[in-house]
């Protein structure tokens, strides 16, 4: 007696769906759990957002001759386009022997000037962590 059927394929159309399902879910999963890794930064220690900081959380003084423009970001009235200026004018010009000097920098006027006074200093005579730890 012959047999009527043939023989079906190894893989069976239903086996070839299952296989290709699971390998599109594989995938997917492997996607969300790196999607979630990058948003989440599970693996990085809990930090403090600078832009969260107010002048009242700094409690040493910042010396503008010393401090980068990302330091010079905390002090009031100072952002990102004023902070880099100032880095600029102190590397074309030099250190800034006082204060008022800064009154050459576009957008730096006398009400800032005021409202820095309390959290710079200038020149050499501020605490650096470093050496207080000696």
């Given amino acids: 007696m012959e047999n009527s059927q043939k023989k079906s394929d190894k893989f069976s159309p239903a086996k070839k769906q ?22 989440y930064h599970w693996w990085l220690p809990e930090t403090e957002i600078v832009s969260t900081l107010t002048p009242a959380d700094i409690e040493t003084k910042i010396d503008i001759n010393e401090a980068s423009w990302y330091e010079l970001l905390l002090l ?23 204060l ?3 009154r050459q920098i576009d ?15 200038v020149g050499t005579d501020s605490a650096h962590l470093s050496n207080n730890f000696k």
Avoid at 18 to 39: Q, S
């Fill in 76 to 98: 009031p009235g100072v952002g990102e386009v004023k902070a880099k200026a100032i880095i600029a004018c102190r590397e074309k010009h030099g250190r800034f022997k006082n």
């Fill in 107 to 121: 957008g730096i006027g006398e009400k800032i000037i005021k409202s820095l006074k309390e959290y710079v200093v």
């Fill in 100 to 102: 008022d000097e800064l």
């Fill in 18 to 39: 299952l296989i290709v399902i699971f390998f599109l879910t594989t995938i997917l999963l492997a996607g969300m759990v790196i999607k979630a890794g990058r948003d």
